[in-house]
T-cell receptor, first 113, second 112 residues
Framework: DAGVTQSPTHLIKTRGQQVTLRCSPK?????VSWYQQALGQGPQFIFQ???????QRGNFPDRFSGHQFPNYSSELNVNALLLGDSALYLC????????????FGPGTRLTVL | AQSVTQLDSQVPVFEEAPVELRCNYS??????LFWYVQYPNQGLQLLLK??????LVKGINGFEAEFNKSQTSFHLRKPSVHISDTAEYFC??????????FGTGTSLTVIP
C-alpha cells in the first residue's frame, strides 16, 4: 500500500514565477492538507481539501491556492513567487474529514532564487 | 488561539540514556495533542497522540508522553535512546476542524 506521494521532489524557480506541486493521498484517504515548513521551523498549515472544496485555511495569502480532484489527489499552486516562499512543502492525508491522524508525504523542496 | 511551545531547540544525549523532550501548549478548550518525528529528508511520522482518557500515552519506538492539564504540558520521554532516534521531533495540537499547529521542533542528537 503506497503512502502519501508528492512530486516533484525538488524544484527551483525564480521570483515572480508560478509553481504547481502535486500530492497523491494514501489509498482510501479523501482529505488532503498542505503545510509549509521553512528551514528550522515547524510545519505551518496552508489549507485543507475535502470533497474537492477548500474546508480550512491557515494564514497564507491568496497567492497560495489549491485544488482537489475526484480521485482525491491534490495540487498546490503558488503565484508570484517570493524568496520567502522557499521551503519544504508537505502534503498530509487523512482517511476522512475530521480524523485526527494525518499521514505525511516526503515533501517537495522549493527553492526560489 | 492554540499554540505550541517546544522549550528546547536542541537536545544532545548519550546512547542508552533517558531523554525528555518538552512541549507546552496554550489553550482554553479541549485539545488533541501529538508528537511527530521527522528523519532527514523525510516527511513527518506520527509517534503518539493524546485524544482523551489515560494521561500516559505510549507510542511507537518505545516513546511515551504524559498529558498534564494543570501544567498544560505534553512532554515526550524515552527511557533509553538509540542512535536511530536521532531526528527532529515536533509537538502539535489539533484545533477543531482538523487544523494542526506545530511547534518549532526539537533536534535530538544521540551520541555514541
Amino acid at each position: 500500500d503506497a503512502g502519501v506521494t508528492q512530486s516533484p521532489t525538488h524544484l527551483i524557480k525564480t521570483r515572480g514565477q508560478q509553481v504547481t506541486l502535486r500530492c497523491s493521498p494514501k489509498s482510501g484517504h479523501d482529505t488532503v492538507s498542505w503545510y509549509q515548513q521553512a528551514l528550522g521551523q515547524g510545519p505551518q498549515f496552508i489549507f485543507q481539501y475535502y470533497e474537492e472544496e477548500e474546508r480550512q485555511r491557515g494564514n497564507f495569502p491568496d497567492r497560495f491556492s489549491g485544488h482537489q480532484f475526484p480521485n482525491y489527489s491534490s495540487e498546490l499552486n503558488v503565484n508570484a513567487l517570493l524568496l520567502g516562499d522557499s521551503a519544504l512543502y508537505l502534503c498530509a492525508s487523512s482517511p476522512f474529514w475530521g480524523e485526527d491522524t494525518q499521514y505525511f508525504g516526503p515533501g517537495t523542496r522549493l527553492t526560489v532564487l | 488561539a492554540q499554540s505550541v511551545t517546544q522549550l528546547d531547540s536542541q537536545v544532545p544525549v548519550f546512547e542508552e540514556a533517558p531523554v525528555e523532550l518538552r512541549c507546552n501548549y496554550s489553550s482554553s478548550v479541549s485539545v488533541y495533542l501529538f508528537w511527530y518525528v521527522q528523519y532527514p529528508n523525510q516527511g513527518l511520522q506520527l509517534l503518539l497522540k493524546y485524544l482523551s482518557g489515560s494521561t500516559l500515552v505510549k507510542g511507537i519506538n518505545g516513546f511515551e508522553a504524559e498529558f498534564n492539564k494543570s501544567q498544560t504540558s505534553f512532554h515526550l520521554r524515552k527511557p533509553s535512546v538509540h542512535i536511530s532516534d536521532t531526528a527532529e521531533y515536533f509537538c502539535a495540537v489539533r484545533r477543531v476542524g482538523n487544523q494542526f499547529y506545530f511547534g518549532t521542533g526539537t533536534s535530538l542528537t544521540v551520541i555514541p
